[in-house]
């Protein structure tokens, strides 16, 4: 389900036209927008961090239209949908920016240009898990921790929502890529950190306690991380999981070893400790980067109770 947020007549002083004369006294102009995104999670939880916030968008635009110089109002158009592409859960944009004052004789109204366009396919690649976005009103206010983040689509996507993310992974160029696309897109809320996720099976990684209120993990798998994932979660925390059963495996010969694949009902055995709130497997859409994949998906709240050798956010 989806929803229509119209944003209509926001007006900036811009510098667009054609001459260096125009351009050099700012101008009066406005925007009209109507941006399709998911509705479902913002309609459940009456909570503004699961919708596209307007008053966030409305200041970007007025960032945009007024931090340069354009000599055509197509080339500023352009600009403004490609950063709502890049910074919002937008599938769709509908755009008519105008010149409220042109300088025209004999023109009484507004001139400029109407844009229709669907998010980018290579920002589709970027676009966040399925499974994520369906869940979304299960999420709870407080830090979230992406874990073996890669390049940090649902860390995007979440921190975009406002909120608090952290996102960790091994490989540190991935992480230096998603810090670089995080401060392009101007989130703040986002951090990156280093983690071996897979030294020591003895020594637990540098994941503190106590500390999230929601974990991610999608299409990761190293079962002796576990007890430090529910160690991590807050009394009340979720934990949201989906990644490969063993029919994908045996089906598809994706992944090619049959370790990085969860048995039947493994998943529920390796978080026992956790009130399941969803779960199932089978194909889904959307579950890979190929498409549809076997997979297991839970969601899985710890219970509240007593935090034991508390570490401070």
């Not at 009209?32 to 509705?39: A, G, I, K, N």
């Not at 280093?194 to 503190?208: M, T």
């Not at 807050?234 to 969860?262: A, M, S």
């Not at 549809?292 to 401070?312: D, F, I």
Request: charge should be negative; aromatic fraction near 8%.
């Amino acid at each position: 389900m989806s929803s229509h947020l119209i944003i209509e007549d926001l007006e900036f002083q811009g510098h667009c036209g054609v001459t260096p004369a125009e351009r050099r006294i700012a101008q009066p102009l406005a925007v009209d927008m109507e941006l399709d995104y998911p509705t479902e999670p913002a309609a459940t939880t009456d909570d503004i961090g699961h919708t596209v916030d307007y008053a966030r968008v409305a200041e970007r635009v007025i960032d945009v239209g007024t931090r340069e110089e354009f000599s055509l109002i197509e080339t500023l158009a352009d600009r403004l949908t490609n950063m709502v592409f890049a910074e919002f859960p937008v599938n769709r944009i509908r755009l008519w920016i105008r010149k409220i004052a042109p300088p025209l004789k004999h023109v009484h109204g507004s001139v400029g240009v109407r844009l229709d366009r669907l998010r980018p396919p290579h920002l589709m690649e970027m676009a966040p898990s399925r499974f994520l976005t369906e869940q979304l009103h299960r999420l709870p206010k407080g830090k979230v921790l992406d874990v073996a983040a890669g390049s940090g689509r649902n860390a995007l996507y979440l921190a975009a929502l406002g909120y608090q993310v952290e996102a960790i992974d091994r490989d540190q160029q991935a992480l230096a890529t998603l810090e670089a696309t995080a401060r392009q897109r101007h989130l703040t809320n986002l951090t990156v950190r280093q983690v071996e996720l897979e030294g020591n099976p003895e020594l637990p990684p540098a994941i503190p306690r106590f500390r999230y209120s929601t974990i991610l993990v999608f299409f990761y798998l190293y079962r002796p991380l576990f007890t430090a994932l529910l160690d991590a979660l807050k009394p009340g925390g979720v934990l949201i999981y989906e990644t490969f059963l063993i029919d994908n495996h045996l089906q598809r010969q994706h992944p090619r070893r049959w370790e990085f694949c969860l048995a039947h009902n493994e998943l529920l055995r390796l978080t026992s400790g956790l009130r399941v709130l969803y779960y199932d497997e089978g194909e889904h859409e959307g579950g890979s980067d190929s498409g549809s994949a076997y997979t297991a998906r839970l969601v899985a709240q710890k219970p509240a109770g007593r935090e034991k050798l508390h570490e401070p956010d």
